[in-house]
C-alpha cells in the first residue's frame, strides 16, 4: 500500500513529464502587484532576443495564466501590458521543450488616465472555478452601508436582521480579513460586519470549498474580506460622508501615501446606525402527551438600538528589494451602545382566563473595544513569486461589558413591579502565528508547506442579580499543512492534507467548580481537480473536510439572559461538528456573460443545532446540541452579463435539499425539505456619470430540527451621480423599499409552539457624498468599459 502512495506521488512530479517534453509550450501567470490577484485579459507578448520581433502573443484567462504554444527554442523575453498599469518586461530566458517563467506582477499606472477609457472592466460580481469575487466599489446599494449591507448582494450569502451570516444555509462561516485571520471576526462577527463602513473594502471573497491550506474551522467556507489600502505613489485620499433616516450617520476618512519602496494608509469611520425593530412572540404550552393546549403566551415590542463606533485602521509595506518585503498593520475598534426595549405581555389559560398582564422596560448599556497589531515577512527566492518563505505574526485583545436592567409592571393579577439587573463582562486574548513556504519542483509542479498557531484565552464574568459565575476558556491548535500541485496541459491536480492537534480547556469557577478538557488529533485532506477545456470552458471537482470547534460561550454551561424571559445556555459536552464537502462547478465564458452552474453536497457528523426547553410558563432556555448527522445537497447558478454596455446583470439562484437526524434529541424522525435563494443585482449606466443599481433578494423557508424558519423577500436601489471627473460623487440608496423584510421562526414540538416575527420599523434610507483627492488621482478600474470595437470615453 505504502508502495503504492509512493508511486502515485512519484508519477505526480515526475512521471508526466513526457506529455510536456514533447510540446513547445511557454506558460506563466501575471498578477497585479498590490494585491496579487490574477490579472484576466492582459496582454502577453513574446518578443525574439536576437532581433526584438514579436514571435507569438495572447492574453491571460480567469486565472490570470497565459498559455504560448509551438515555440521553437530561443532565447526570448516577454513583454505584459493592460491599460490602466505599467508595462512588464521580463529578463531573457532560454527556451527548449517547454518553460514555465512563473509569476509576472504588474503595478497599476500612476498617470492621471483623463482622455481615454479603458478596456477590461472589473466587474460587479467575478466568478471563477473555486470562488467569487465581489467589487465593492462598484455596488452603489452598500457603499453608505456596512460590510453585512455588502453580503447581503452576494451569491450563497444571507444575512439577517441581526447581522447574522450564513454561507448556503451554514451559519458556521471562517471570516478572514485581508487573507488573514482577525480576533474582530472570530468571536462576535455579526456585531462586527454591521460596523464596518463598506467604504473601507475593496472586495469580498467566497471560498466555498477550500483548500487544506486554509484553517478548516468553518463548516461553511470561507468569507475573505480585502480593506482598501490604495497603494499608489504619492499622496492620495478619499472622504465619505452619509446620513440617514433615523438618526443615522457616518464618515470614513482615508488616507494613502507611497514611495518607490514604501505603500502607507491610515483610516478612521465614525459611524451611527441608530435604528428600531419591531418584534412578536407567541406562545403555545402544550401537554407533551395528548398536545393540548394548556396556556397561550403573548408578546408585542419594539427595540430601539444607540451604537456609536469608532474604527481605526493603519498599515505600512516596505519592499527592501525584489526579494524582501516586510508590512506591519493594526486596528481599533470602539463602540458605546445604548438599547431601549419596551413590550406588552400577556397570558392566558386554555379556557381564555387571564393568567399575567404587564408592561416591561429594559434597558442595556454596552461597551465594546478591541485592539489587533501584526507583522509579516515576505521572501521571494531569486524574485521568483513562486518561490517563497512567509513569516506572520498578530496579537489582539478584547474587552466587552453590558450592564443589563429590566423593569416589569404588572397589572394582573395583581399591581406589582418586578426589576432584574444583568452585568456581564468578557475579556481575553488571541495570539497567530504562521509560516509557509511555497517552492517550484520543476515547469509543472509546486509544493507549499506551512504551519499555523493559534492560541485563545478568554475570562467571561456573569452577574445575575445575587448569582454570580466566572468562566474561563483555553483553546490552542497547532497545524501543518502540505499542498501539492501538478498540471497536466490543460488539467490540474491540487491536493493537500492538514493535521491539526487542538487543546480545549474550559474551567466553571462560580457557581460550582468544573473543568472539562478535550484535547484531538485530527486530519483534513482537500482534492481540486480542473480542466481547461478550451479558452471559453471549464470545470472543477473539489473535496474538502472541515470542522467546527466550540467556541466559549457554546461550551459555557451556565445560562444567560436577554431578557426575564429567554436565555442561552452551552453544552461543556458539545463535539466539534465534522464535515465532508463535495462540489462540482462548471464555468462557460461567451462574448459579454459567464456562466457558473454547480452541484454541491455536504455530510455533517455531530452537527450543531439549537433546542428549546421551556421552564415554568414564560422561561424557555435555548441549549447547543449535536445532532446524529445532517446532510445537504444542491444546486446554485450564478449568470452575469452585459447588455450594450450600459447594464450589468448578475442573477443567482439555488436549490437545495436538506435533510436532519435529530432523533439522539428526543424527535420521532429525521426531518427534510427542499430549499433555495434567488438574487438579482443590476447595475445601469444611465448617462456615463449617472448609475442605477437594483437588488432583488429572495430567501424560501428554511429547516431547523424543532420547526422553520419562513421566506423572506426585499428590494434594494441605489442612485449615483460623478461629478468632476469622477472625484466626487453623489449617492442615494434605500434599503427594504417595500418593507417586506421580516423574519418569522417557527417551533413546534411535544410540548411547545411558538412563532416570533421581528421586521424594521421603516425602510433603510442614505444621502452620500464622497471626495477623493491628493496626487496620482486616477479613476477607478472599475469604472472602464470594455468595447471590442475600440476604446471608448465614459
Known amino acids: 500500500m505504502i508502495k503504492n502512495v509512493f508511486l502515485v506521488i512519484y508519477l505526480l512530479v515526475t512521471g508526466f513529464d513526457l506529455t510536456a517534453q514533447t510540446q513547445r509550450i511557454i506558460s506563466g501567470t501575471v498578477i497585479e502587484f498590490e ?39 530561443g532565447n526570448y523575453f516577454i513583454k505584459v501590458s493592460f491599460i490602466g498599469f505599467e508595462d512588464e518586461q521580463t529578463s531573457v530566458f532560454n527556451h527548449r521543450k517547454s518553460s514555465n517563467i512563473g509569476t509576472i506582477a504588474i503595478k497599476k499606472s500612476s498617470i492621471l488616465l483623463d482622455e481615454i477609457s479603458v478596456t477590461a472592466e472589473r466587474d460587479l460580481l467575478e466568478t471563477k472555478l473555486d470562488k467569487k469575487t465581489y467589487s465593492v466599489g462598484k455596488d452603489i446599494t452598500s457603499v453608505s452601508g456596512s460590510v453585512s449591507d455588502i453580503l447581503q448582494n452576494i451569491p450563497s450569502v444571507s444575512v439577517d436582521i441581526n447581522g447574522n ?53 468553518g463548516a461553511g467556507g470561507i468569507i475573505n474580506i480585502i480593506q482598501r489600502t ?66 397561550f403566551y403573548k408578546e408585542d415590542g419594539s427595540t430601539i438600538s444607540n451604537p456609536l463606533a469608532h474604527i481605526i485602521n493603519a498599515g505600512m509595506t516596505y519592499q527592501f528589494d525584489e526579494e524582501n518585503l516586510v508590512e506591519i498593520a493594526g486596528f481599533y475598534f470602539l463602540q458605546n451602545s445604548f438599547h431601549e426595549g419596551f413590550s406588552n405581555i400577556y397570558e392566558v389559560d386554555s379556557e381564555n382566563q387571564p393568567i399575567t398582564a404587564l ?30 518563505l512567509v513569516m506572520e505574526i498578530e496579537y489582539a485583545n478584547y474587552y466587552e461589558r453590558e450592564d443589563l436592567k429590566f423593569n416589569e409592571f404588572y397589572s394582573y393579577p395583581e399591581e406589582d413591579v418586578s426589576t432584574q439587573n444583568i452585568f456581564v463582562k468578557k475579556s481575553g486574548n488571541q495570539t497567530d502565528v504562521a509560516s509557509e513556504y511555497a517552492s517550484p519542483i520543476n515547469e509543472e509542479t509546486e509544493f507549499e508547506v506551512g504551519y499555523n498557531g493559534e492560541f485563545i484565552n478568554d475570562d467571561i464574568f456573569y452577574l ?104 442561552e445556555a452551552g453544552n461543556p459536552n458539545l463535539l466539534p461538528e465534522q464535515v465532508h464537502s463535495f462540489e462540482f462547478v462548471y464555468q462557460m465564458f461567451g462574448k459579454s456573460f459567464t456562466f457558473t452552474p454547480s452541484l454541491f453536497y455536504r455530510y455533517k457528523v455531530d452537527a450543531f443545532s439549537w433546542t428549546s426547553n421551556l421552564i415554568g410558563d414564560t422561561l424557555i432556555v435555548r441549549r447547543i446540541e449535536n445532532l446524529s448527522k445532517q446532510q445537504s445537497a444542491g444546486v446554485e447558478a450564478i449568470l452575469s452579463g452585459k447588455i450594450r454596455n450600459w447594464a450589468n446583470i448578475d442573477l443567482s439562484a439555488s436549490l437545495f435539499y436538506d435533510e436532519i437526524d435529530g432523533t439522539n434529541l428526543g424527535f420521532s424522525e429525521s426531518k427534510n425539505t427542499i430549499s433555495g435563494t434567488a438574487k438579482l443585482n443590476s447595475l445601469y449606466n444611465l448617462t456615463g456619470t449617472t448609475f442605477l443599481q437594483f437588488n432583488l ?87 472602464f468599459e470594455f468595447e471590442e470595437e475600440g476604446l471608448k470615453k465614459i
Open 359 to 388: 408592561v416591561s422596560n429594559n434597558t442595556n448599556d454596552e461597551l465594546e473595544s478591541e485592539g489587533e497589531g501584526g507583522a509579516s515577512f515576505e521572501h521571494l527566492f531569486g524574485g521568483n513569486e513562486d518561490h517563497s
Open 464 to 567: 445575575n442579580n445575587e448569582i454570580t459565575s466566572k468562566y474561563l476558556f483555553s483553546q490552542n491548535v497547532h497545524a501543518l499543512y502540505g499542498i501539492l500541485v501538478r498540471d497536466f496541459d490543460a488539467f490540474s491536480v491540487e491536493i493537500g492534507l492538514r493535521g491539526e492537534h487542538a487543546s480545549i480547556k474550559t474551567n466553571l469557577l462560580e457557581p460550582i467548580s468544573r473543568i472539562n478538557e478535550n484535547n484531538y488529533l485530527k486530519f483534513y485532506p482537500s482534492v481540486h481537480l480542473s480542466y481547461e477545456i478550451d479558452e471559453t470552458q471549464s470545470m472543477m471537482l473539489s473535496y474538502s473536510k472541515r470542522i467546527n470547534r466550540p467556541d466559549a460561550d457554546q461550551l459555557n454551561p451556565f445560562p444567560e439572559f436577554t431578557d426575564p424571559r429567554n436565555a
Open 165 to 217: 451570516v450564513s454561507l448556503r444555509g451554514s451559519s458556521n462561516i471562517t471570516f478572514l480579513l485581508n487573507g488573514r485571520p482577525s480576533s474582530q471576526l472570530r468571536r462576535n462577527a455579526p456585531t462586527r460586519l454591521q460596523q464596518i463602513p463598506a467604504n473601507t473594502i475593496e472586495r469580498i471573497e467566497v471560498i466555498t470549498n477550500p483548500s487544506a491550506k486554509y484553517d478548516p474551522h
Open 230 to 295: 490604495g497603494f499608489q505613489e504619492g499622496f492620495n485620499g478619499q472622504v465619505f460622508e452619509n446620513i440617514g433616516n433615523e438618526k443615522r450617520f457616518n464618515t470614513t476618512f482615508i488616507l494613502n501615501y507611497g514611495e518607490k519602496n514604501l505603500s502607507s494608509f491610515a483610516s478612521y469611520s465614525l459611524r451611527h446606525s441608530d435604528g428600531k425593530n419591531k418584534y412578536s412572540d407567541e406562545r403555545t404550552l402544550k401537554d407533551s402527551t395528548s398536545g393540548q393546549s394548556l396556556s
Open 697 to 783: 433578494n429572495y430567501d424560501a423557508p428554511i429547516l431547523t430540527p424543532e420547526g422553520k424558519q419562513e421566506e423572506i423577500f426585499y428590494v434594494n436601489a441605489g442612485i449615483k451621480q460623478t461629478f468632476m471627473k469622477n472625484q466626487m460623487a453623489f449617492t442615494f440608496t434605500i434599503t427594504d423599499i417595500f418593507s417586506t423584510y421580516k423574519e418569522s421562526y417557527n417551533i413546534d414540538t411535544r410540548g411547545l409552539r411558538q412563532l416570533t416575527n421581528l421586521q424594521r420599523n421603516e425602510p433603510v434610507f442614505y444621502f452620500g457624498l464622497s471626495w477623493r483627492f491628493g496626487e496620482s488621482y486616477q479613476s477607478d478600474q472599475d469604472q
Open 35 to 73: 494585491t496579487r490577484e490574477p490579472l484576466q485579459y492582459a496582454n502577453v507578448v513574446l518578443f525574439n532576443n536576437v532581433d526584438s520581433t514579436q514571435v507569438s502573443g495572447g492574453v491571460t484567462n480567469v486565472d490570470g495564466r497565459f498559455r504560448l504554444e509551438d515555440i521553437a527554442e
